[in-house]
């Protein structure tokens, strides 16, 4: 580690979001566009959907867009002309289990607008809606996923010649932190993982909640996790609350040479620090580690006043916590290591 740096309030929360304004946390000077991929993989004969983020012309008309009831809406513009200019630093997403592809559109949203393309896909078998026990034990599937999903932009007749090659970076949150360190190259040992959790270790919900499908994780084919996946247009990662980490050996990681921001929450809920983020932090040389004093859920967008009373355990903090300034604060150091490539000038 290199350093750590009732009626009426159903009507008031309507208004809190209709009269909200876009995001001015240092919001950049493009509009923002938006657009959905679909992909097909035939290898594995597995369809995805991506969400491209990118600066789009000037004078395009941008509106509120809500992609889940639960979460506030997005400033973008559907589907318009993309921004002429030099060739763009490009960004690859990835969600955690519970979530999809808008999922950290709080971040994309704000790096489009200050000149980055930024795509997320979604992880069939691990996300919001699809969430399965065979998913949850094949997560070398993320991997790939990001992959594909780099292959098609690199082609895509739109985005391609618009993108630069020499800066290709990641940011996840959760188990798009294991398909990071994945795709960086490290080494993940499903043996290891399992007796981690049949171990019963204090405190790790993730563990436990795969405990009940043990008998699941038996019958799936791991040898996938045999092979490397490091991908080596991806230059740098950003990992916000990485898991699961148990099964990545120290030895493989100590290999990484990509540089690596680690986001790590002080009140994880879900992970312990010691053997999830802190792991990672301590046995990658050309990392920074950065301390959250929030929980597992802080990475995810602020709920709406739907999303609050529906799912409180996703979108209500506990204590004192702005999930809005700590989105802010996350914003501004991910764009400070990003632009470290550095970021090309119009």
Known sequence: ???????????????????????????????????????????????????????????????????????QPLWVARDAALAPGAPRPLVLVSHGALGFRFAQGWLATNLASHGYVVAAVDHPGSMLGDLTGEGMFTLWNRALDVSVLLDDLLDDPRFGDALDPERISFVSHSAGGHTGLLLAGARFDPAVFRAYR??????????????????????????????????????????MAPSPVPGFSAESL????????????????????????????????????????????VYI???????????????????EVDRGAIHGSI????????????????
């Open 331 to 346: 914003r501004r150091k991910v764009r400070s290591f990003l632009d470290a490539q550095p970021v090309a000038e119009d």
């Open 254 to 297: 100590a290999a990484l040479d990509q540089r690596m921001l680690i986001f790590a929450s002080a009140h994880d809920e879900i992970n312990p620090l010691d053997a999830h983020a802190r792991f990672v932090a301590e046995h990658v040389d050309h990392s920074v580690l950065e301390m959250i004093d929030a929980g597992h859920f």
């Open 198 to 239: 049949l171990a019963g270790p204090p405190d790790d919900i993730y563990a436990e909640r795969l405990a009940p499908m043990e008998a699941i994780d038996l019958e799936v084919d791991h040898t996938p996790y045999e092979r490397s996946y490091r991908d080596p247009r991806i230059r740098s990662f950003v990992l």
């Open 301 to 319: 967008p602020i709920g709406s006043f739907l999303g609050e009373v529906a799912a409180p355990e996703l979108f209500v903090d506990a204590g």
């Open 1 to 71: 580690m290199r350093g750590e740096i009732p009626r009426a309030a159903v009507l008031a929360g309507i208004l809190s979001v209709a009269c909200a304004t876009p995001e001015d946390d240092a919001r950049g000077p493009h509009p923002v566009g938006i657009t959905t991929l679909e992909l097909h993989d035939p290898t594995r004969q597995r369809t995805l959907v991506a969400e491209v983020w990118y600066p789009a012309e000037e004078g395009v008309q941008e509106e509120w867009s809500r992609p889940l009831p639960l979460i």
